[in-house]
């Protein structure tokens, strides 16, 4: 099992950025993606973008041009960086871990608590 904690949410206003960590622990040597996921008011849980320990990212087309996923191994952190930050961005998000490149919830087996991010218009 692999321990999530979220951070770096918050309130920003239209056009700014954030960004979010997600730090793992546990059995962080078995899993091999780490994803974000995000659900706003009243919508279903989407997926964000997802990272390896070693290889390629992967990003949702929605938000491709806007995020950066990175991680920091010797740390165990994956980072979500959002720029030009819209309104439609609000949501709460999660981060999750999983053992297949996928964009799918299904795929991810242990999540965090989430971290709300606010976007003002």
């Known amino acids: 099992q692999v321990q999530l904690v979220e951070s770096g949410g918050g309130l920003v206003q239209a056009g700014g950025s954030l960004r979010l960590s997600c730090v793992a622990s546990g059995r962080t040597f078995s899993t091999q993606y780490i994803g974000w996921f995000r659900q706003g008011p009243g919508a279903e849980r989407d997926f964000v973008a997802a990272?390896?320990?070693?290889?390629?990212?992967l990003i949702a087309d929605s938000v491709k041009g806007r995020v950066t996923i990175s991680r920091d191994n010797a740390k165990n952190t994956v980072y979500l960086q959002m720029d030009s930050l819209k309104p439609e961005d609000t949501a709460v998000y999660y981060c999750?871990?999983?053992?297949?490149?996928?964009?799918?919830?299904?795929?991810?087996?242990?999540w965090g608590q989430g971290t709300q991010v606010t976007v003002s218009s």
């Open positions: 990272i390896r320990w070693s290889g390629p990212s």
């Open positions: 999750a871990a999983g053992v297949r490149r996928s964009q799918s919830l299904k795929d991810y087996n242990d």
